[in-house]
């Protein structure tokens, strides 16, 4: 079992900044994959971006450009800097980690991007 913390969730104001915290414990395997998703109201849940143990990373064209998917191994832990936010990224964000034969998911975090 993995379990997954996040943080760094809220309101923000549109062109304003905020950063993902997500920190993963338990049984964890040294290659994994981790990264954010995230679902609005009345909409599929999507990619946002991932990053893998090794740094390779995948984002949705949609925050290209704006996000920045990072983390640090040592604390098992994956950060997503949005930056010039849009009131379309009002979504819960979630976050997975995966490695193979196994998937996991946190309770997800609210942002808000509204003035």
Request: glycine letters at 10%.
């Given at each position: 079992q993995v379990?997954?913390?996040?943080s ?11 950063r ?6 338990g ?15 009345g909409?599929?849940?999507?990619l ?10 995948i ?23 949005m ?15 995966r ?7 946190g ?9």
């Open positions: 379990q997954l913390v996040e760094g969730g809220g309101l923000v104001q549109p062109g304003g900044s905020l993902l915290s997500c920190a993963a414990s049984s964890i395997f040294s290659f994994n994959t981790m990264g954010w998703y995230r679902q609005a109201p909409k599929q849940r999507e946002v971006a991932t990053i893998t143990s090794s740094g390779s990373t984002y949705a064209d949609s925050v290209k450009g704006r996000f920045t998917i990072s983390r640090d191994n040592a604390k098992n832990t994956v950060y997503l800097q930056n010039s936010l849009k009131p379309e990224d009002t979504a819960v964000y979630f976050c997975i980690h490695s193979p034969g196994t998937g996991y998911w309770q997800g975090t609210q942002v808000t991007v509204s003035s």
